[in-house]
């Protein structure tokens, strides 16, 4: 295959990555925009204008159509839709999904998608939908693998991205993840999610994408097929996800729905219209409403909209700063909390494809207590080097320090004064402590108690946080500090 995938920068499982195709570039994350080429509300040049470097069409439409069919064969997607950058074809799977069956096969629509110039084909897979029961998952995705399989020789050179299927039943998609990744696929689409995020079943999300995550090599590019609203980009980012493709742009146009970053609105909600985009700069909301061009004007926006919350999340990940992109957005709807907090769950895996160190942690809530970096460096003092009796100062941040003493900040614990400028405790913003805070920092301490046999410990602690200390560590001797 003439694709390969490179990650250039990461935090938590997000990656800033530069995939090749075709010898085209594309830079990711990345939103590959649908387009349909009966109803384009925004054409694929103006795509390009608006730094589009990928989009999506689906080939099942273009094989049945009558005014586009001919004209592919001969002269080329790329021409017909007038796009050079790089250009995914469906292969009618989604038909499938929708209406139970297509009058097409695997081997048509491979053999379809190499003719018309498509950069990246897509094989006939079986979406199976949550609903299902285990043994139809099963069959779904043993005919998935076959068909898989099959593309996988057809396609030649050509590149073809593998989806990985199994249903809601986490062991089948790292079952289907682990055999997509030995059938050699670059590109490895999550498929048959998409009523997963319909009906806002996020933790079953979560589940999903990390069950294929964890089969899955890292030099494959993730498609998170469907997913299309920006306010659940982050998240799917943070669990590994490089690719995404939408249609939600112009839907939800048609549907006089305006995104926003953290949801949507009905157009006719709106007194004003709070974004900076070219749409919504030149038009207030009234005029907006009653333009005679109102779903193209829309689709604008809404694309505008989504492309940069890509932006930003490319941003946070150089900075570092993923996490409180997440936190942000999944407080924003109660269904994407769902989400976080089964994200957060799985934190002890994560923080194996985390970086080390970061531009800055800011606690924005309890679920901070759990993020990867607070879990590295509760692992990373265990390798600190003791003298033989240690004290740790708990609510005491004035006064000469011994070389025996450690100080210790929440919620990541203990730390000698020497690392006090270095990543994470200089670079933490830390609001006033709370119980939630401290007892995970206690964790810190149990950590390094258990990795330093021979070392007695005890700890000087404040008032406010002495009963709370002496709770999470029963078998450590606590004093009250006197000032």
């Known amino acids: ?140 995705l043993a005919t998935t693998l076959t068909r898989l399989a099959e593309a996988r020789e057809l396609a ?39 009523p997963l995020m319909e009906q806002y079943r996020f933790r079953d999300l979560v589940r999903v994408v990390l069950s294929a995550k964890a089969g899955l090599s890292p030099s494959s590019a993730v498609h998170l097929f469907g997913a299309g609203h920006p306010s659940m980009f982050a998240l799917a980012v943070a669990m590994g996800c490089d690719l995404f493709d939408s249609a939600a742009y112009a839907l939800f146009a048609k549907d006089r729905r305006y995104l926003t970053g953290h949801g949507s609105y009905r157009l006719e909600e709106l007194a004003e ?36 919350e890509i932006a930003r999340i490319r941003q946070a990940i150089r900075d570092g700063t993923l996490w409180e992109l997440v936190d942000e957005r999944c407080h924003g709807h109660p269904r994407l909390l769902d989400g976080y907090h089964e994200l957060i769950c799985h934190t002890g895996d994560l923080q194996a494809t985390d970086r080390a160190a970061k531009r800055r942690f800011f606690y924005r809530s309890w679920e901070s207590c ?34 025996e003493t450690l100080l210790f900040r929440p919620p990541f614990g203990p730390y000698p004064p020497e690392l006090s400028e270095t990543f994470p405790i200089g670079q933490s913003v830390i609001p006033e402590w709370d119980e939630d805070m401290v007892r995970a920092g206690c964790v810190g301490i149990r950590n390094l108690i258990s990795s330093h046999p021979g070392t007695v410990f005890s700890i000087e602690c404040s008032d406010m946080w002495y009963e709370v200390v002496r709770s999470e560590l029963p078998d450590v001797v606590v004093r009250r500090a006197v000032r």
Not at 167 to 183: C, F, N, S
Not at 378 to 387: A, V
């Open 1 to 140: 295959m003439t694709s390969a995938f490179e990650v250039l920068d990461k935090d938590i499982a997000g990656r800033l990555g530069r995939l090749v195709v075709e010898s085209k570039v594309v830079h990711t994350p990345a939103l590959l925009p649908v387009v349909n080429p009966h109803l384009p509300l925004i054409t694929p040049a103006e795509m390009h204008a608006m730094g589009v470097e990928a989009l999506i069409t689906n080939a099942y439409i273009f094989y049945h159509s009558n005014r586009f069919r001919e004209d592919a064969e001969q002269n080329g997607l790329h021409r017909v839709l007038g796009f050079n950058g790089v250009i995914m074809t469906d292969s009618g799977a989604f038909q499938q999904s929708v209406y139970g069956s297509v009058n097409i096969t695997n081997q048509t629509t491979v053999e379809f998608q190499k003719m018309i110039g498509s950069d990246i084909l897509v094989p006939l897979d079986i979406p199976t939908p949550p609903g299902a029961d285990r043994a139809t998952a099963e069959a779904d």
């Open 156 to 194: 030649g050179e050509r590149t073809c991205a593998g989806p990985v299927q199994g249903g809601i039943y986490p062991d089948l998609r790292r079952k289907a993840a682990e055999q997509v990744q030995a059938l050699g696929f670059t590109i490895c689409p999550i498929g048959a999610v998409v």
């Open 273 to 308: 219209l709070p974004c900076p985009c070219d749409v919504c700069r030149k038009h207030t909301a009234t005029e907006l409403r009653e333009s005679p061009e109102v779903e193209r004007l829309l689709a604008l926006h809404n694309l505008s909209v989504t492309l940069a």
């Open 370 to 403: 759990h993020r990867t970096e607070v879990l590295q460096y509760q692992h990373r003092i265990q390798s600190l080097s003791l003298p033989p009796k240690v004290v740790i100062l708990i609510g005491r941040r004035e006064g000469e320090y011994q070389d």
